[in-house]
């Protein structure tokens, strides 16, 4: 048998599921603003191996290093890294200045995009003009180029700017419930299953305690008209009943490829904080320039209204 080993940084991330549930405060006023109860802090590290397998024998495997951070005001940090030459890709948005910024190790410019500001009264898009959506090679990418905002006062998508930090809960709630199987169940039925479905086995695998927090295992088996696939998530919850966080503390997946043969891949726990990330963490290098880039409104519906008139963001 021959055996390639390649190691990538894939430039799209292969995070693992994950979901937060907040509730907000609302008002039947329809003109006021809604806050965002904060978001339960974490930062997880992962270790990912892809296994190519083809069909003459060839194994060609991947892997890589995840970080995924949250704080309690919902910034965001996502970065990937090669294990083969430490090439680094991150993301990282911050909902509180209405931002996103990425930067990479092949490029020492960071780019900042400005998030559009919903409007009142009424749905908008937004996009980033061609001019900026062009990359030269080695450039950070921001991973969109357009967004929809819900009219002002309304609960908005994460890449639409809404003033004010977000609350905490009232006090009182009870301690959310250990995740269960059809917790487990509805995270992997949520994720690609093959359309041409023929059969398929479900198992659960019970509580396992991964770095200090309780995770419940299932196992689903698909056989479809392309070949079989296997999909094994271990789901932990944190927080409270009506403030908490689902995520993934293991990932196993197999699956079929017509062009590849059998791709499998492990998302293996490295390390997992419960504590607040400094805020340094959601932040470029200091040495590296920045590039700031806003969104201009377009029609949402450009059959029906190509004459809307264009504004800026910020």
């Not at 970065?79 to 948005?93: E, H, I, K, P, W």
């Not at 299953?193 to 059969?199: D, L």
């Not at 806003?294 to 504004?311: F, I, K, L, T, Y």
């Amino acid at each position: 048998m021959k055996s390639l080993i390649v190691v990538v940084l894939a430039l799209a991330s292969l995070t693992l599921p994950l979901t937060s549930q907040t509730r907000r405060e609302r008002s039947s006023n329809a003109s006021r603003k809604t806050s965002r109860w904060t978001q339960i802090p974490f930062t997880t590290e992962f270790r990912i191996t892809t296994v190519q397998t083809s069909r003459d024998g060839t194994i060609v495997t991947q892997e890589m290093d995840e970080v995924n951070a949250f704080d309690s005001q919902w910034r965001h940090l996502l970065r990937t890294t090669s294990l083969a030459n430490g090439f680094s890709s991150s993301v990282a948005d911050d909902p509180v200045k209405g931002t996103r910024t990425v930067w990479n190790t092949s490029s020492p410019q960071t780019k900042l995009l400005l998030f559009p500001t919903p409007v009142e009264g009424r749905e908008s898009c937004w996009e980033i003009a061609p001019d900026d959506q062009r990359l030269t090679r080695g450039e950070a990418q921001f991973g969109m180029i357009s967004a929809h905002c819900m009219p002002e006062g309304q609960h908005q998508f994460p890449y639409c700017h809404e003033d004010g930090e977000a609350v905490p809960p009232p006090d009182g709630d009870l301690p959310v419930p250990e995740p269960s199987y059809e917790d487990c169940l509805k995270h992997v039925h949520s994720e690609n299953m093959p359309t041409q479905k023929i059969s398929e086995k479900d198992d659960d695998l019970g509580d396992e305690t991964i770095n200090h927090v309780v995770a419940h295992g299932c196992r689903v088996t698909v056989t479809a008209t392309d070949g079989t696939y296997h999909s094994e998530l271990w789901l932990a919850k944190i927080g409270t009943v009506k403030h908490n966080t689902q995520f993934a503390l293991r990932r196993i997946t197999e699956r079929p490829s017509s062009s590849l043969g059998i791709i499998s891949t492990k998302y293996e726990l490295i390390d997992l904080n419960l504590s607040e990330p400094d805020i340094s963490v959601f932040a470029p290098p200091e040495n590296y320039s920045v590039k700031t880039v806003s969104m201009h409104e377009v029609s949402c519906n450009p059959a029906r209204d190509p004459a809307q008139g264009a504004a800026s963001a910020h």
